[in-house]
């Protein structure tokens, strides 16, 4: 009996494609940047978003839609630093946000008030990286917890970045982590990286990431 196979993946992807796409133009459209940060668990990236809105809330305008497997624990954390809106997607077991999500969160978002916005990823250093959100960049946290070889572990999600932000630094002395290692490991991967070394919990390292963050914005805007 013959054999028929259906691609169902290529389809699903495709149509991703598309509406990533469209996200992207209504981003575009009404000049705000989005970051997708991505990472595994643990990486601190709720913990970042949670300075990023205490420090440069007061001065811009930022929107913030998170996703999870279980729970809306992340974007209740964030909601007690911004009296914006802050929109969780409870995937329900999917390991990675879509961009039919994002674009369903954009419907609840007034863009021409937004100056810049957040995609908080399911922790997962796999799926995410395949998936196109419309996103100006992918931001990956690689935390000095981790092993330095992260990124030869999974190349992918290094290779679609354009940002990395190394977290954690404040712990440094106390983990046997290389940190010359983990960027050249990071390099090899993706040479054109561009690295951010962190702690949110000393603040150590912010004031470039947010510097970074207003230059974003700034580009964005109309001369």
Known sequence: MAVRTIE???????????????VRR?????????LNLVSGPGSGKTLLLERTLERLGPEMRIAVVTGDVQTQNDADRLAR???????AVVTGGACHLDARQVGSALEAIDLDDT???FIENVGNLVCPASWDLGEAAKVVL??????????AKYPKMFRESRYCVLTK?????YVPFDLVLAERTAREVNPGLTF???SARTGEGLD????????????SRPT
């Open 8 to 22: 169902v993946r290529e389809r699903v992807m495709a149509k991703n494609d598309e509406l990533a796409a469209e």
């Open 26 to 34: 209504r981003l575009g459209e009404h000049r705000v940047p989005a």
């Open 81 to 87: 630093h911004t009296d914006r809106l802050v929109q």
């Open 115 to 117: 100056d810049l916005l």
């Open 142 to 151: 690689f935390s000095v917890t981790e092993g330095e070889d992260k990124p």
């Open 169 to 173: 630094v404040d712990l440094l002395p």
């Open 196 to 198: 951010f070394h962190t």
């Open 208 to 219: 470039g990431w947010f510097d970074f963050l207003r230059a974003q914005v700034n580009a």
